[in-house]
């Protein structure tokens, strides 16, 4: 007799058991959008919706993923060597640990997501890089994922360490109050630390362009929530920005030859400096 309780012979080893396949993720839809193959069906047929709807919608993954790279390049110029990337999705394509490896950076880096898939992938790409880890967390419990055993090992919070919030916050429902997290977080990190942001904004958007994208995110399991820019700003408050500022992520430090004019969902990003 067969155990009614194994895993469908249909569904790959890396599903854990408290994944629904049915429910669209935005771990692996950026996963697909970056190339990835972490993602099902379901997952591939709300972005290509979202394509059709607006055809450079599944390119903002690649400007956010462009902007991560820029970031942890200059936090590592910066003297950073202790990285915590919250929301570090699905390991698809330049990721922070490779990021600093390229470099030639002599780092430590921790990965965290509430997504099961993302963690278990995160894992198996890490089994022989001993200076990164992953854990599955909330970023709305952030004391939480600052206290974790797992992170301590890695992370020493009374040294400066660059957090990594990249297109994340706009997942984060009012009621999480991503402000106060950001307030809280801050006050946990030693001053010389760095946060690196990219949210959403609603700024510029058409009304009826603007709703049905947010009806369309209500079909993942994280719908989207974009904030004017005004509201992100305000969440950085405590932190010296560095130039130029809270921009759209294609013109924060771009490098030669990249498209500063594209704007795919007016996303915007900034790195941060909690002062002494």
Same mark, same amino acid.
């Not at 992953?134 to 020493?156: E, K, Q, T």
């Not at 498209?259 to 002494?276: C, E, L, Q, R």
């Given at each position: 007799?067969?155990?009614?309780?194994?895993?469908?012979?249909?569904?790959?080893?890396?599903?854990?058991?408290?994944?629904?396949?049915?429910?669209?993720?935005?771990?692996?839809?950026?996963?697909?959008?970056?190339?990835?193959?972490?993602?099902?069906?379901?997952?591939?047929?709300?972005?290509?919706?979202?394509?059709?709807?607006?055809?450079?919608? $599944?390119?903002?993954?690649?400007?956010?993923?462009?902007?991560?790279?820029?970031?942890?390049?200059?936090?590592?110029?910066?003297?950073?060597?202790?990285?915590?990337?919250?929301?570090?999705?699905?390991?698809?394509?330049?990721?922070?640990?490779?990021?600093?490896?390229?470099?030639?950076?002599?780092?430590?880096?921790?990965?965290?997501?509430?997504?099961?898939?993302?963690?278990?992938?995160?894992? @198996?790409?890490?089994?022989?890089?001993?200076?990164?880890?992953?854990? @599955?967390?909330?970023?709305?419990?952030?004391?939480?994922?600052?206290?974790?055993?797992?992170?301590?090992?890695?992370?020493?919070?009374?040294?400066?360490?660059?957090?990594? $919030?990249?297109? $994340?916050?706009?997942?984060? #429902?009012?009621?999480?109050?991503?402000?106060?997290?950001?307030?809280?977080?801050?006050?946990?990190?030693?001053?010389?630390?760095?946060?690196?942001?990219?949210?959403?904004?609603?700024?510029?958007?058409?009304?009826?362009?603007?709703?049905?994208? $947010?009806?369309?995110?209500?079909?993942?399991?994280?719908?989207?929530?974009?904030?004017?820019?005004?509201?992100?700003?305000?969440?950085?408050?405590?932190?010296?920005?560095?130039?130029?500022?809270?921009?759209?992520?294609?013109?924060?430090?771009?490098? #030669?030859?990249?498209?500063?004019?594209?704007?795919?969902?007016?996303?915007?990003?900034?790195?941060?400096?909690?002062?002494?």
């Amino acid at each position: 007799m067969s155990d009614i309780t194994s895993k469908p012979p249909l569904l790959p080893d890396w599903v854990s058991d408290d994944i629904d396949p049915k429910v669209p993720s935005i771990a692996r839809i950026y996963d697909y959008a970056l190339g990835g193959s972490h993602n099902f069906s379901v997952d591939r047929e709300l972005a290509e919706k979202s394509r059709e709807r607006w055809p450079h919608s $599944l390119h903002s993954a690649w400007t956010n993923r462009a902007f991560l790279r820029r970031a942890v390049t200059f936090c590592a110029e910066q003297g950073m060597t202790q990285f915590l990337d919250i929301g570090s999705g699905i390991p698809t394509a330049g990721n922070v640990h490779e990021i600093l490896a390229d470099l030639g950076v002599d780092a430590r880096v921790v990965y965290t997501d509430i997504d099961p898939i993302a963690v278990v992938m995160s894992r @198996r790409i890490l089994a022989d890089v001993p200076w990164a880890t992953a854990i @599955r967390g909330d970023a709305r419990n952030l004391d939480g994922l600052v206290d974790d055993p797992d992170v301590r090992h890695m992370i020493d919070f009374s040294a400066p360490v660059a957090v990594l $919030l990249v297109a $994340l916050l706009h997942y984060l #429902p009012d009621s999480a109050d991503p402000r106060r997290m950001i307030a809280q977080l801050r006050d946990r990190l030693a001053p010389g630390s760095m946060i690196a942001v990219s949210h959403m904004t609603t700024d510029e958007w058409p009304a009826q362009d603007l709703a049905e994208a $947010l009806e369309m995110g209500k079909r993942t399991s994280t719908p989207i929530v974009m904030r004017p820019v005004t509201e992100i700003s305000a969440m950085l408050e405590g932190f010296e920005l560095v130039a130029p500022g809270l921009v759209r992520v294609p013109q924060w430090r771009p490098e #030669p030859g990249d498209d500063t004019t594209a704007s795919y969902f007016d996303t915007v990003g900034a790195v941060g400096i909690k002062p002494a």
